[in-house]
């Protein structure tokens, strides 16, 4: 090979071998690089948002006045902290807190989000599920079913002062939550209306509060195969769930009658299920007047979604995320509600006007 040649040849691969290295070095100089928008947080940020999302005594921004707001934040600081780097500072709980409540309470895209918060869309995402997990975590005791005989029987004294209907322990129901389509899913979630979906199940009490949720569900299952595949049912078929035994209704009826769950027509008749009667009974029959009172006793459980859906809108939309993650932040909404139920006992979750309209419209 002439010298001429070899010349040609090293310096080429010198050439070549110096823009690798100077490549490598600018995707090196990237990795801290921060955009303008972002690092404005730290200086102009989010200081102002106290003062727009509790300047109310319910606040619309995150569902929630101040005093709940640090409650709850007491609750998962140490869960959700992150330590500053020598490269950047962290996203302090607090801010981790108000995106996620954000998130949930508007359904809003991690897109829009980002230049809210100036956190950028791939942060969000990290952090909304890092904070559902931790208030899963810390308000889990919210949700439980009764554990005695006693809890039972408060529950079907309510049913039958609210809604005339004696023995009933719990409504239960389910609602199909819009995903976007799953990757290489086919139509596997899709419900019988063809949008893919997820299947909240649940059990509410008379006052609306949930006692036990099932979530994650493909929407192709039916509420009835749902229920059948719960935990709840196992420990009812088992008999773990110290439901008082049957009572005689009153005198001078003999027949003791269970303690039962309402349900609709989708789910089987049993002994610990009450269902309505098939068809359509004759107007002013016995039938007729039962199937009506069960209706109604029945539609805490509808009323109850509804209000979760006014108050975490994340539910009104489809939730642009992988049924895992989906799954959780259903979770989270139903924990946030039953949270708010226990820590507002007399002012509920709505005002009034905005809480009647909408039980007018389920």
Not at 28 to 50: C, D, M, P, V
Not at 117 to 123: A, G, L
Not at 183 to 195: A, E, P, Q, R, V
Not at 243 to 254: A, F, G, K, V
Request: hydrophobic share 40%; charged share 30%.
């Amino acid at each position: 090979m002439r010298p001429c040649v070899r010349k040609a040849i090293a310096t080429t691969a010198f050439i070549l071998i110096h823009q690798l290295v100077q490549k490598k070095k600018r995707k090196k100089s990237k990795h801290f690089w921060i955009k303008t928008l972002y690092k404005n947080r730290f200086q102009a940020g989010n200081r102002i948002f106290e003062e727009l999302c509790f300047d109310d005594a319910e606040s619309n921004f995150t569902r929630m006045n101040k005093i709940e707001f640090e409650h709850l934040y007491s609750l998962i600081n140490a869960k959700i902290s992150k330590k500053d780097t020598n490269f950047r500072e962290a996203i302090t709980a607090r801010e981790r807190l108000l995106v996620t409540l954000r998130f949930l309470a508007t359904g809003d895209s991690y897109t829009s989000l980002q230049y809210l918060f100036r956190i950028s869309k791939q942060r969000i995402s990290v952090i909304v599920h890092e904070v559902c997990d931790a208030l899963i975590d810390v308000l889990r005791d919210y949700v439980k079913i009764p554990s005695s005989e006693e809890e039972w029987l408060t529950i079907a004294r309510e049913f039958e002062t609210k809604w005339n209907f004696p023995h009933a322990i719990a409504a239960m129901d389910g609602k199909h939550v819009i995903l976007q389509s799953p990757i290489n899913s086919g139509n596997d979630f899709d419900c019988y209306k063809l949008f893919p979906s997820i299947v909240l199940f649940a059990l509410v009490d008379a006052n609306y509060k949930f006692l036990y949720v099932d979530v994650g569900s493909k929407g192709r299952i039916s509420d009835g195969g749902v229920f059948k595949n719960t935990n709840l049912y196992k420990k009812l078929e088992r008999r773990e769930l110290n439901i008082p035994p049957p009572e005689i209704l009153q005198i001078p009826y003999e027949t003791a009658v269970p303690y039962f769950i309402l349900a609709d027509k989708a789910f089987a008749l049993d002994e610990y299920t009450m269902k309505p009667y098939e068809g359509t009974p004759n107007r002013g029959s016995m039938e007729r007047i039962f199937n009506y009172r069960l209706s109604r006793a029945r539609r805490v459980v509808e009323n109850a979604f509804g209000i979760l859906s006014s108050v975490f809108r994340v539910l009104r939309k489809p939730i642009l995320l992988e049924p895992e993650k989906a799954t959780k932040v259903v979770l989270t909404t139903i924990y946030l509600y039953n949270y708010f139920k226990i820590k507002r006992p007399l002012k509920g979750l709505l005002p009034r006007d905005h809480l009647m309209s909408k039980l007018k419209e389920q």
